[in-house]
């Protein structure tokens, strides 16, 4: 049985902009009258007498409808002509292009923001302004399209990509001189394969959604990598000093579990409330005013009490400004001094656009978190361990597929098993939906809830999957086993893997020798040596990768940088950082990090050679 369609994070970042705009006099409600006044704009499809049943409906208990409310109501409506009709209403608003044309697979009409746009251009004009290798489109306009057609040939994606995460894209890979059709397409197919590989959700979007610039889908690839890139010193064990945000009675592990975007909001009314403000408990409605973020620059900006990093002092003369307008333009007069301007304008303050505003403070914690590390706190340091790099690869590979919730901890994000059973269905294996138990769960005997999907999801796995998983409990999952649940995501990507190569093969079974020997036969055929497994030692000097990518596109590999003989460590990691560059270049969706291949990890290698395989099927 289907799930109901969960609402996705970009849905409901829209949701929250929506209910802004709706809510004129920004209170936190929508009233009866705004609801009226929407449906009336909205023109729906419906007889004059449907539209006050469903307000009626709508406002039975109360004349005001909570966000929550609001997003449950939009809800019932998605798959509804309601639905288009209410949104395209809310569209009307303000600050929303529709783009011509509709999609294809949904016949759904797309539409972007211009202010999304306006603070992309200006945040990738700044990152990139000394780049030699984009002096061709940089600086763009934020005045009209320049930024759709500049990605067209993959270069500011690719720099983007390798900002956000610094060495995902080997330099050496991006043709930058002399482009043609075919060099514009391996650089869009790099910065695809490559966002996909740090975590961005790239299933609907080609090479020639973005040579032909379309606008929502570059805004919403865009957003997603410059989104990785500021969230990701937001965690713990990358900023230590952010075990400064733990409240009484919390533990460590508590703390741990909070998303980037709650830790940010702490961040926040930390701050407020050492200024003796007023808490805060979004950056939509509760922003518009300007006042808190008056109180928090003034907290953060530096004080001169620190060697070497000079006192910065701020204007806090536009608090008092009775216009929100003004005051909103006076603040970030003050932000400016702490370099920290970026991504909103006055009116995205005003209006609470819940995107932008995410985003400027996410830049302003990164540039002045102003907290520092407790020296006496009671706390076991040696607990706060690092992702590791296995880790990291299934979580980025989880979220590439656009599971919901996004997983920002592996362990404490699948506690509930919705997304291990989101990538069931990925994999083909049918759940009973009626048999998931959903959130909201209740404070009480939420876990017992949660425990009793991951008891669920490893029977599934046992019967319906034929997983080996002995030893697996759903208590495992719960608690967050490392061994063993990584154990079951293991499986879960190596059938993802080999279900694209049995698809390509009309559904022949494929095994790890299958595999073995497409790639000897590859490799003989071009008078290259072969490889007995993928424990081969030969693995680490990254050759037979390049020799195989070289087979598939004839003098893709540029043998004159990679050395092939007597390496150092530093030189394996090298071809290995070129090899896994170039196999995403040439199309491979390839998930590994070039030091799986240097240490011969064989499940990270299996997975590399099988994409390969793959796209030398696509290619035959």
Known sequence: MTAPTPISAEELEELKEAFAKIDTDSNGYISKDELNQLFKAANLPLPGYKVREIIQELTKTDNQLTFEEFTDIFHGLKSTEVAKTFKKAVNKKEGIYAVAGTSQQSGTQHSYSEEEKVAFVNWVNKALEKDLDCKHVIPMSSSNNDLFTAVGDGIILCKMINLSVADTID?????????????????????????????????????????????????GLLWQVIKIGLFADIEITR??????????????????????EELLLRWANYHLEAAGSPKIKNFSSDIKDSIAYYSILNQVAPKGDEEGIPSISIDMSGFSEPDDLKRADHMLDQADRLGCRQFVMATDVVRGNPKLNLAFVANLFNKYPALKKPANQDIDWSSIEGETR?????????????VNPRVNHLYVDIADALVIFQLYEKIKVPVDWDKVNKPPYSKLGSNMKKLENCNYAVALGKNEAKFSLVGIAGQDLNVGNRTLTLALLWQLMRRYTLNILEDLGDGQKVTD????SWVNQMLKNHGKPTISSFKDGSISSSMPVLDLIDSIQNNSIRYDLVKSEDLTEEEKLNNAKYAISMARKIGARVYALPEDLVEVKPKMVMTVFACLMARGLKRA
Not at 191 to 211: Q, Y
Not at 392 to 399: C, G, H, Q, S
Not at 513 to 516: A, G, L, Q
Request: charged share 25%.
């Open 513 to 516: 020798d299958t595999i073995v």
């Open 239 to 260: 900023n230590e000093a952010l075990i400064a945000l733990l409240r009484d009675g919390e533990s460590l592990e508590d703390l741990m579990k909070l998303s980037p």
């Open 390 to 402: 296995e880790e990291r690869t299934f979580r980025n590979w989880m979220n590439s597929l656009g």
């Open 171 to 219: 330099e050496r890979t991006i043709n930058k001189k002399k482009l043609t059709p075919f060099t514009i397409q391996e650089n869009l197919n790099l910065a695809l394969n490559s966002a996909s590989a740090i975590g961005c959700h790239v299933v609907n979007i080609g090479a020639e959604d973005l040579k032909e610039g379309r606008e929502h889908l570059v805004l």
